[in-house]
């Protein structure tokens, strides 16, 4: 029984403040150095060493996060369709509960997983035809799932789904999973024991995470809309199914499986 498909980014502004401004303004007439430019020259060097600061803290962080077990710091079931990328979701309500024929999709934030360094061979210095090396970093994971029922029988198991394989320019630590099940044929009603078991490719590493859910033709299931967004259009709570669609669904789906 094939039942799951897996599918696998701030803006910053500086305002001189407004006392700076009105000093350089006042002194404007000064046949000294421009206020203007010294005071930028000076945030300059304060930002270059910020950077400097910056780049330091990341490198240690990187040296924190390869000590680090491959792990799920944060995982949730969410709506279908709302991952939006790192953090951006809208959480599935009830948290654990669908309907039949519902897609259970589980959120996950990987940590301690590996960049595999790669050889790019293929960038060319503008357009002149000189070819250069860089380097890219191989993310690459794939996902098991195992269900049981409430007796502990194993219901259904898949096996080395692709989770995510993407190269990126730098060592990126914010990346996010989203591991769908997909009822082709509803689930019983009843009690379920999801396993799913993230391996990690490039370090051999894996992690297991235990999902309890209840699958329940009665429940009125939906997502809760991002916080301060009242985009009726995308972000509001679904609207959910009524128990007379519910039943119409659910006879539509007999129909086509007796087919």
């Known amino acids: 029984m094939a039942l799951c498909s897996l599918v696998l980014l701030v803006m910053s502004a500086s305002v001189l403040p407004s006392s700076i401004l009105q000093t350089s303004f006042a002194q404007s007439t000064s046949s000294s150095s421009s206020p203007e430019i010294l005071l ?50 809208r959480e599935h309500v009830p948290t654990n509960v669908f309907r039949p024929g519902e897609t259970i999709v589980l959120y996950v934030e990987p940590v301690g997983y590996g960049h595999q360094p790669i050889t790019d061979a293929n960038s060319q210095d503008g357009g002149n035809g000189i070819t250069t090396a860089s380097t890219l970093y191989l993310i690459n994971m794939t996902a098991d799932f195992i269900i049981t029922d409430s007796s502990g029988s194993e219901f259904f198991r898949f096996e080395g789904a692709p989770a995510v394989n993407i190269f990126s320019h730098r060592q990126n630590t914010e ?35 235990d999902k309890e859910i209840t699958i329940d033709d009665s429940a009125l299931t939906g ?37």
């Open 40 to 89: 930028s020259q000076e945030q300059q060097g304060q930002g270059g060493d910020q950077l400097a600061q910056l780049d330091a803290a990341r490198q240690q962080y990187l040296s924190a996060w390869n000590n680090t077990a491959f792990t799920s710091q944060f995982d949730v079931f969410i709506g279908e369709g709302s991952d939006l990328g790192y953090g951006i979701y």
């Open 175 to 209: 990346l996010s999973l989203t591991l769908p099940i997909t009822q082709e044929q509803p689930f019983p009603v009843g009690d379920y024991l999801v396993t799913y078991i993230v391996h990690d490719q490039v370090t051999g590493q894996s992690f297991q995470i």
């Open 223 to 259: 997502a809760l809309p991002l916080p301060g967004n009242n985009d009726n259009d995308n972000n509001s709570v679904e609207a959910p199914l009524p128990r007379q669609q519910l039943e119409e669904r659910s006879q539509s789906l007999e129909t086509e499986q007796a087919f």
